[in-house]
C-alpha cells in the first residue's frame, strides 16, 4: 500500500560532523551526538550526548536514531535487518517514532516479511502515543482494509487527528474519504477524535 519513506535522511548541517566520526572510525552509535533532535523537535538530554554508546546502554532516543541512519544508508551501508533490530528496541520501550517507522517496514516488507496486520499493530501503537505520521498511515490502513476490516468512522478519526496536528496528507485524505460516508458516520468520528487522548509520549512499559 502507499507509505511515507522510510529513507529520512539528516539535516543537512549535521552531516559533516557524522562523515567527521565514520572517518575517524567512531562507532556508529555515536551519530546521536550528531543527531539530538527528538522525534517532536526538542533537544535530547544530556544522557543522549554521551559518547559512550547510548544505543547498546539502551538508550530508546540512540537506538531510534541508529535505527534511521541504517534504514537510510545515511553515511553507513544501509542494512534494513538493522534498522529493524534498533528500531524494534525503541518501539518496545514505547518511542512513538521508533513504533512508526517498524510500522513501516511491515507494511513495506523492508528488512521483515511484509505484514499488514503486524503494520497496523506498530502504527497504532505509535497512533495512540500522538504521532500524526502514525495517525495518517492508520488511516490508510483503515481506507483500504489492509490488515483491519475497512472501517471509514476509523480512518476519518485518524485523519482527523493528524490534520489537527497539521498534517496536510492527513487533511486531504479526510476530505476525499468524506463523500463516501453518511452524516452519522462522520459524526461518530467526529466524536471519537474529540475523546480521543494521547498516551504519555515516548517512555514507559510496553503495550
Do not use: C
Amino acid at each position: 500500500m502507499p507509505h511515507r519513506s522510510l529513507d529520512v535522511l539528516l539535516p543537512q548541517e549535521f552531516q559533516p560532523l557524522l562523515r567527521v566520526a565514520v572517518e575517524l572510525g567512531v562507532y556508529v552509535h555515536l551519530a546521536v551526538v550528531v543527531l539530538v533532535l527528538v522525534e517532536d523537535g526538542e533537544f535530547a538530554p544530556p544522557e543522549v550526548r554521551e559518547p559512550v554508546r547510548p544505543a547498546e546502554r539502551g538508550e530508546p532516543r540512540a537506538q531510534y536514531v541508529l535505527g534511521r541512519l541504517y534504514g537510510s544508508g545515511q553515511d553507513v551501508p544501509q542494512d534494513y535487518a538493522e534498522a529493524l533490530r534498533w528500531h524494534r528496541k525503541a518501539a518496545e520501550q514505547g518511542f512513538a517514532a521508533a513504533r512508526f517507522n517498524l510500522g513501516l517496514m511491515y507494511d513495506s516488507g523492508h528488512g521483515v516479511k511484509q505484514d499488514y496486520a503486524e503494520a497496523v499493530n506498530w502504527y497504532r501503537k505509535g497512533a495512540e502515543r500522538g504521532l500524526a505520521d502514525a495517525q495518517y498511515s492508520l488511516g490508510l490502513m483503515y481506507t483500504n482494509g489492509y490488515g483491519v476490516e475497512q472501517d471509514y468512522v476509523q480512518a476519518y478519526m485518524w485523519y482527523n487527528l493528524a490534520a489537527a496536528a497539521g498534517d496536510n496528507e492527513a487533511r486531504t485524505a479526510r476530505d476525499r474519504l468524506t463523500p463516501r460516508m453518511g452524516g452519522g458516520q462522520i459524526a461518530e468520528a467526529q466524536r471519537l477524535s474529540v475523546q480521543f487522548k494521547p498516551q504519555k509520549r515516548w517512555r514507559g512499559p510496553v503495550d
